[in-house]
C-alpha cells in the first residue's frame, strides 16, 4: 500500500509522539529546551503516518534519505511570499514576509522557498525567520530584527497559538536558503 508523498512536519519540543515517530532536533549543534522536531509525514496516507524505524526498515532507507525525499516533496509544492504589516508590541507595525500554509513552518528546511524570500530583500541581507505556529513562517531581513520588536511578535504568535500548533518563540538566521542557527 502506497502512503503517498512524505513531507517534513515540525512538531514542538514536547511532541508526545516522539518515541514512535524517528525525528531529528531542527538545529541539533544549537539545541535549545523550546527547540522543535523534524519528524517526517505522510499527510494524504489513511493513516496520516509518521516514519518510524519499522517504516525505515521496510523502505530500506535511512531517515536522512526520507528527509531528503520530504524536502524535495515540499519543494514542489507551489507557495506564495507575501508581505504584512504586523503590530509590534507596545505599538506600531512591522513589515514582515508571510507564508501561510500548514506546512509554511517547514519551509524552514527548504532552500528553494527560503531563496525566494531572500530575493524579496536587499542583496546581502541574513534572513531573520520564526517559526512561532504550525502554518506560519514569518521573516525579516537581519537588520529589521535588531530591536526587539520582530521577536516579541514572534512570542505572541507562539503564546496564543493552540498547544497542538505551537512550535518555537526562537528566531532562526538564515542566508542563501540555508539554515545557519539559532538567534539568541
Same mark, same amino acid.
Given at each position: 500500500m502506497s502512503l503517498g508523498p512524505v513531507l517534513p512536519q515540525l512538531q514542538p519540543h514536547d511532541? +508526545?509522539?516522539? +518515541?514512535?515517530?524517528?525525528?531529528?532536533?531542527l538545529f541539533p549543534s544549537q539545541g535549545g529546551q523550546e527547540e522543535p522536531w523534524v519528524s517526517l509525514f505522510y499527510p494524504v496516507s489513511p493513516l496520516a503516518a509518521f516514519v518510524g524505524s519499522r517504516r525505515l526498515e521496510k523502505l530500506g532507507q535511512t531517515r536522512e534519505d526520507v528527509e531528503r525525499e520530504a524536502i524535495a516533496n515540499l519543494a514542489a509544492k507551489t507557495l506564495a511570499w507575501r508581505p504584512a504589516n504586523l503590530e509590534k508590541p507596545g505599538g506600531g507595525l512591522l513589515g514582515v514576509l508571510k507564508l501561510d500554509d500548514f506546512f509554511a513552518a517547514e519551509c524552514i528546511l527548504c532552500a528553494e522557498h527560503m531563496r525566494r524570500a531572500e530575493a524579496i530583500f536587499p542583496k546581502g541581507e541574513v534572513l531573520v525567520v520564526g517559526i512561532p505556529r504550525r502554518g506560519s513562517l514569518l521573516a525579516v531581513p537581519g537588520p529589521q530584527a535588531r530591536d526587539g520588536a520582530f521577536r516579541g511578535i514572534v512570542r505572541s504568535a507562539f503564546e496564543a497559538a493552540p498547544r497542538d500548533f505551537a512550535l518555537t518563540p526562537s528566531l532562526f538566521v538564515m542566508k542563501r536558503g540555508r539554515l545557519l542557527g539559532r538567534l539568541n
Open positions: 511532541w +508526545p509522539g516522539l +518515541p514512535h515517530a524517528s525525528c531529528r532536533k
